[in-house]
């Protein structure tokens, strides 16, 4: 193509991330698509979810959540249903929401934390008290919370739970007669540096 003002170019029809784009790295001349420079200018987000009653098998042994839906992802991935991956280094903000269910007629407590590439995050672990079964009710509880957590390129986080009870799990809700059916789990991921 001859030189031509960028202005006299003709406008491009819809992006689709794979257009490349010229770019000068290191006194170089190189080439980037547009969705590689929306996740570096936006940094990588993803939001997963789980629509399944997830059972804690064995008392007092960690068990991995699991996530059946991504609702969408720029940067990161979910491998084996588990793996959150990040595919750059950097500052990322995970927030998650858990909708835990107990048929005992106890109080029964539940440990949550999160695993960096298949080892504990020390200091990440929360304790929660699901309420028992009352009056022919299961008890419930919903929790969240979010940690920032510094990654390297390719780490992997996995959300964990526990409980010294098999008479509590994760589930999902179906909808109601006034209300909508809830996700049993929800994870969103965000680059903040």
Not at 41 to 62: C, I
Request: charged fraction near 10%.
């Amino acid at each position: 193509m001859a030189d031509q003002k960028i202005s006299a170019m003709p406008s491009a029809a819809t992006l689709t991330g794979a257009e490349l784009v010229p770019l000068v790295q290191s006194g170089a001349n190189v080439q980037a698509t547009l969705s590689t420079l929306t996740t570096f200018t936006h940094g990588a987000n993803a939001a997963f979810e789980d629509f399944t009653t997830q059972n804690l098998v064995s008392a007092n042994t960690p068990a991995i959540v699991t996530f059946n839906t991504t609702d969408w992802a720029t940067g990161i991935t979910l491998a084996l249903s588990s793996r959150i991956t990040v595919a750059n280094a950097g500052k990322y903000n995970f927030q998650f929401s858990i909708q835990f269910g107990c048929t005992s007629v106890q109080l029964q407590d539940i440990y949550v934390w999160l695993r960096k590439n298949g080892t504990d995050i020390g200091g990440s672990t929360g304790l929660v008290s699901v309420p028992n079964s009352h009056g022919g009710v299961d008890g419930h509880a919903i929790v969240g919370w979010n940690f920032f957590l510094d990654l390297a390129a390719n780490d992997y986080i996995q959300l964990m739970w526990t409980s010294a009870s098999t008479t509590v799990n994760i589930r999902t809700l179906s909808a109601g007669v006034a209300w909508p059916s809830t996700a049993s789990v929800v994870m969103t991921v965000n680059q903040v540096a």
